[in-house]
């Protein structure tokens, strides 16, 4: 499959923080989508990006698809202690989807 | 609630023994996959279903059968385990514009 590289490989913030991470490939996708994936359980949807450009937002996470098709971000305002899990980036070029390896998240009251 | 269910939740297996991971989905989705899940490697296509009646390999299609049994059911098969087969395996759904999967909670499988 396609190449998806995430960044960061994990981060410790503090409640409050604001929480940036990216994905990048070295192809181009037509869609670019956001899960979280908490302990135990399967990846769960959070943003759908379906344009080159377009920002969308979900309560406090925003997520942008890039202009060259080839990378997008997700921030995550405000964090909170639930926000804790792991965060995957995918990119859908043919049939199925592509993901990235994932961004760990730990937030400490 | 609607949703994709797999079964088992664990399983440990000894190498060389054969086991079907089960699938089955409530949402009326044509299009069925299976993932697995390793440490620091993301999630990885296994096989897929665009259609009851169709499957196409993954990226690691090596080791597996799946069977689309019907609209609802999509089976993978692990015909002769081996260790390096310890993983999580995650069955998902999709609609025809497979905008976003729906994915079941997983099945934790450990090969001895």
């Known amino acids: 499959g396609q190449q998806l590289n995430q960044s960061p490989q994990s981060m410790f913030i503090q409640e409050g923080e604001d929480v940036s991470m990216n994905c990048t490939s070295s192809s181009i996708f037509n869609t670019w989508l956001w899960y979280k994936q908490d302990p135990g359980e399967g990846p769960v949807l959070l943003i759908a990006l379906y344009k080159a450009g377009e920002l969308t937002s979900n309560g406090r996470l925003t997520a942008q698809f890039g202009i060259t098709r080839k990378d997008s971000f997700l921030n995550i305002s405000a964090s909170i202690p639930s926000d804790v899990g792991i965060y995957f980036c995918a990119g859908q070029a043919g049939y199925a989807l592509n993901f990235g390896k994932g961004t760990s998240l730990l937030v400490t009251p | 609630n609607a949703g994709v269910t797999q079964t088992p939740k664990f399983q440990v297996l000894k190498t060389g023994q054969s086991m079907t991971l089960q699938c089955a989905q409530d949402m009326n989705h044509n299009s069925m996959y299976w993932y697995r899940q390793d440490p620091g490697m993301g999630l990885r296509l296994i096989y897929y279903s665009a259609s009851e009646g169709t499957t196409d390999k993954g990226e690691v299609p090596n080791g597996y059968n799946v069977s689309r049994l019907n609209k609802r059911e999509f089976s993978l098969r692990l015909e002769s385990a081996a260790p390096s087969q310890t993983s999580v395996y995650f069955c998902?759904?999709?609609?025809?514009?497979?905008?976003?999967?729906?994915f079941g909670s997983g099945t934790r499988l450990t090969v001895v």
């Open positions: 998902a759904s999709s609609d025809d514009n497979n905008y976003g999967y729906t």
